[in-house]
């Protein structure tokens, strides 16, 4: 694995900009991403602890007087990417950013474990504190913003409005949203489809979906009471919700070693509280025993699985029964011999495509994040299993943006697709290696 090793730190050397931030893969995306730079600094930090600051540092510098982060940061100029600054008018919200462009939607807030990563990892204990103490206050300022502005019921559990925002770009789950909308069309020349195949891709209709759902937020200048009234798409996602638990858990425990912030602990303490209550409670569905996503728009959980549906393992979300369910479904449905742990949509369902985005290839990053959350409750062989997996993944195929679960793939010969080179395929597999058995 010396050779993987050292490949994965060639893919992020070579990735990360001058401006101070790693873009996720050459050509398809030129500019910074919120959730990725957050799993590119985990990377950074087994080998270069000074990329791994800067990483956090300049997405952080990026954020909003209202404490949000949204999820591209446009650092460049670059027609290579649909939609850009132009599109999304960031400047529309009065608390946006004065020095940089970005977009008015956001991602899954990662940054609270990946500082308690850092934290782990750090050699110079003495060090990190001193970066964490500068950085913190942000990631916090980020959560508040979360609650108060994006927990519609006051029970713990923040929306989305955007599909972008769950990650999960294009997963099937939307679907059932999209019959429900009908946007005009609109005409722009796609820029990833000159880079990857389009049949790997979202498609034009769904495209029109997006830009509508970004018109309509900009219509009410990315206010956020007006979008939770007027957005087709409002949604509470599992893994959202699940990263922000666990990064609710990664600032308690940081602030308690800085110490000092009694407030700010109290707060994150009740606020987690409840979002794991409304995690139980709202989300889990007992004859599917996994985590559902819930359509606010609409009042009803959308009954498809996916690997979002296991990430509540990587919380304390799921007690010792639920946590035995969720390991249940996932080897009943996704992990039969022929297939690599975990496909990121239900490989028994009509609508799972393992090519296409997040239609059913296998994704590093939620593989990372069940790993550890196997791990935690319990379940050595089944964690074990998805981290192997993930390394055979990357290393027959390279570092890919995402992979065909199939281990016979009868399409083609190569399993590996979307982006090549891409940064957080390589960071990860770093932190697998190399602190996977922590």
Not at 38 to 46: K, M, Q, S, V, Y
Not at 52 to 71: M, R, S, V
Request: with cysteine; charged share 25%; aromatic share 14%.
């Amino acid at each position: 694995m010396e050779k993987l090793l050292d490949r994965a730190k060639e893919v992020l050397n070579n990735n990360f900009q001058q401006g101070g931030f790693t873009i996720p893969s050459k050509g398809l995306y030129p500019f910074q991403w919120k959730w990725d730079s957050g799993f590119i600094a985990l990377g950074f930090a087994h080998y270069d602890m000074p990329k791994a600051k800067t990483e956090i540092e300049t997405i952080l510098d990026a954020q909003w007087d209202n404490g949000f982060i949204p999820h591209i940061v446009f650092h460049t100029e670059s027609d290579s990417y649909f939609p850009g600054a132009d599109f999304h008018q960031s400047h529309l919200h009065p608390k946006s950013s004065k020095r940089y462009r970005s977009t008015g939607m956001t991602q899954p807030p990662v940054f609270g474990f990946v500082l308690e990563k850092l934290y782990q990892i750090a050699e110079d204990k003495e060090d990190i504190l001193r970066f964490i103490k500068d950085q913190i206050d942000n990631v916090y300022d980020n959560h508040v913003y979360f609650y108060e502005h994006r927990d519609l019921h006051e029970d713990g559990l923040v929306y989305i409005y955007h599909n972008w925002e769950s990650g999960t770009d294009n997963s099937p789950l939307w679907d059932d949203i999209w019959e429900t909308m009908n946007p005009p069309e609109y005409h722009f020349e796609r820029r990833d489809t000159t880079h990857v195949d389009p049949a790997q891709r979202p498609s034009k209709r769904e495209y029109d979906h997006y830009l509508y759902i970004i018109d309509i937020a900009k219509k009410h200048g990315y206010d956020d009471a007006m979008i939770a009234k007027h957005s087709p798409f409002l949604l509470i996602d599992p893994l959202f919700n699940t990263a922000l638990s666990k990064s609710n858990e990664s600032l308690i425990a940081l602030y308690a070693i800085l110490g000092g912030n009694d407030e700010k602990i109290a707060y994150l303490q009740e606020k987690n509280k409840k979002t794991l209550s409304g995690m139980n409670q709202k989300l889990f569905d007992d004859k599917l025993g996994v985590y559902l996503h819930y359509d606010l728009r609409n009042e009803r959980k959308l009954p498809y699985i996916c690997s979002s549906s296991f990430s509540p393992l990587f919380s304390a979300a799921p007690n010792e029964e639920r946590a035995n369910k969720l390991v249940e479904v996932m080897i009943e449905k996704f992990g039969g011999d022929d297939k690599y742990l975990c496909a990121s949509f239900d490989p028994t369902h009509e609508r799972f495509n393992p090519r296409k985005y997040w239609r059913g290839p296998v994704w590093i990053n939620l593989n990372w994040m069940l790993y550890y959350g196997l791990k935690r409750h319990g379940f050595e062989t089944i964690a074990n299993r998805v981290k192997n997996d993930s390394l055979q993944l990357i290393e027959k195929n390279g570092f890919h943006e995402y992979f065909d679960c199939r281990i016979e793939n009868p399409d083609s010969e190569k399993g590996g697709y979307g982006g090549d080179n891409f940064s957080w395929s390589a960071a990860l597999l770093i932190d697998l290696l190399l602190n996977g058995e922590q």
